[in-house]
């Protein structure tokens, strides 16, 4: 069955680190990623895209791989801030979707200052 | 203004009653969402309309039926609430013409069927 995962787990990481957070898939062909971040009681805020024939992305701190042949996506914050504070989504666009995406739980992430 | 709004916002309801969540786009998309949220299994798809004539079933639309008025407005209704309906409900909106498919979440109704 297709499958999405992330860190169900929170995960706490001290002001200035990078924080690496992790979009594992299985049974997808996915012709792009999506994530999204999630504040409490607000709707996601698209971040970053990054395409099937694309390795890597970048958008001031955050960076974006996808290795299509693990089957996964990570998605860093460089120089963490308490701001940073959220729950991050990954979704999957499938070819020919029509912009339809799959999401997954989404993982929480704590920036301690 | 918000880009997408929802009404209500919060909603506590009984479980038979019927119900419509609204929602409305400034941002002159033709393409929008329904989903809900629940904890540990995420934002699941309910409908989508790629425009005002075309309407498609989600992963979970049993107990679920929707109405694109116009291109700004798509409402959702449950027509005899139940209490595993209780959830947070975002509708989205999309652009085609964009290269990164990003969706625009309005903020979300909660919902509780008692």
């Known amino acids: 069955s297709q499958k999405i995962e992330q860190n169900s787990e929170a995960l706490n990481i001290q002001e200035g680190k990078t924080a690496t957070l992790t979009c594992n898939y299985t049974n997808y062909s996915p012709a792009y990623l999506q994530w999204y971040r999630q504040d409490p009681g607000r709707g996601p805020v698209f971040l970053l895209l990054i395409r099937e024939n694309e390795k890597e992305k970048r958008k001031e701190r955050l960076k974006v791989t996808f290795d299509t042949t693990l089957k996964q996506s990570l998605f860093h914050i460089t120089a963490s801030q308490p701001a940073d504070s959220a729950t991050y989504l990954c979704a999957l666009g499938l070819r020919g979707g029509y912009q339809k995406v799959t999401f997954g739980t989404g993982t929480k992430l704590q920036v301690i200052p | 203004d918000a880009d997408v709004t929802q009404t209500p916002r919060n909603r506590i309801t009984k479980t038979g009653k019927r119900i419509m969540l609204e929602c409305s786009q400034t941002k002159g998309h033709d393409r929008m969402y329904w989903y809900r949220q629940d904890p540990g299994l995420g934002l699941r798809l309910i409908y989508y309309?790629?425009?005002?004539?075309?309407?498609n079933k989600g992963e979970i639309s049993d107990g679920y039926s929707v109405s694109r008025q116009a291109q700004a407005k798509f409402s959702l209704s449950l027509e005899s609430a139940i209490p595993n309906q209780t959830a947070l409900y975002f509708c989205?909106?999309?652009?085609?013409?964009?290269?990164?498919?990003?969706?625009?979440f309005g903020p979300g109704t909660r919902l509780t069927v008692t």
């Open positions: 309309s790629f425009d005002v004539k075309d309407i």
């Open positions: 989205a909106t999309s652009d085609p013409g964009t290269n990164a498919y990003e969706q625009y």
